[in-house]
């Protein structure tokens, strides 16, 4: 694992990437299908968090201190309190920022989706799915930070199937994120999604392995 990827261990072991991998290889012998995954630690910019986290700290204890002055008086301790502040408020920045959950709390939900879907659109070309030649190509991306999945299908597999068929495939994803078992997510998903490729694309005498089976994890 690179060492980039350090993020991963908390979320799904080595094991459990084995066993996706294992179920990504055992779907392609019965579908023509090339299913690649995608785990990113997330998608969107965080680098206002530290800075926003910074000024709210900042922003609390000067109001408790305008509130504390108020009542006891303490204008004697205001050089004190200032540098005090500033201090406690970029270690609290500092060590907050790079927390999954507080850069979710700190990115508006409209810029997460947003950014999850950008990103996602931009793996599938860049993990090259949309090359395959029968354009059987189909991604499953994970962002988890955002706690968001997408699913994308190439062209020959878009046609034959309605668009909330990979809704349900993401919510059952979502369910795995919520339990805090991210892999069964995966791997549920991964197995609705063989019902119906097998059905519509089932493996060809021909058939050839055009991309990677192993999970690809993406460090942002």
Not at 16 to 31: R, S, V
Request: charged share 20%; net charge negative.
């Amino acid at each position: 694992m690179n060492k980039n990827n350090h993020w991963v261990s908390a979320h799904i072991s080595h094991l459990e990437l084995e066993a996706i991998n294992q179920k990504i290889k055992d779907m392609e012998k019965h579908t023509s299908a090339e299913i690649v995954t995608v785990v990113a630690n997330r998608s969107s910019t965080v680098h206002h968090t530290q800075l926003s986290l910074f000024l709210l700290a900042n922003t609390t204890l000067f109001f408790l201190y305008f509130l504390l002055n108020e009542m006891f008086l303490l204008n004697e301790y205001e050089l004190i309190f200032l540098i005090s502040s500033l201090l406690f408020s970029a270690l609290f920045s500092l060590v907050m920022s790079p927390l999954m959950w507080v850069q979710r709390i700190m990115t508006p939900a409209i810029d997460r989706n947003n950014q999850v879907l950008c990103r996602s659109e931009l793996e599938f070309y860049k993990q090259r799915i949309h090359m395959t030649r029968s354009k059987t190509g189909l991604l499953i991306y994970l962002s988890i930070m955002e706690k968001k999945a997408v699913v994308l299908a190439d062209k020959s597999i878009a046609k034959k199937f309605p668009t909330n068929t990979w809704s349900e495939v993401v919510d059952t994803i979502i369910t795995g994120i919520k339990n805090k078992n991210i892999s069964e997510g995966i791997l549920n998903g991964l197995s609705d999604c063989q019902e119906r490729l097998t059905e519509h694309f089932p493996i060809e005498d021909n058939d050839i392995n055009e991309l990677p089976n192993e999970v690809v994890l993406l460090t942002l």
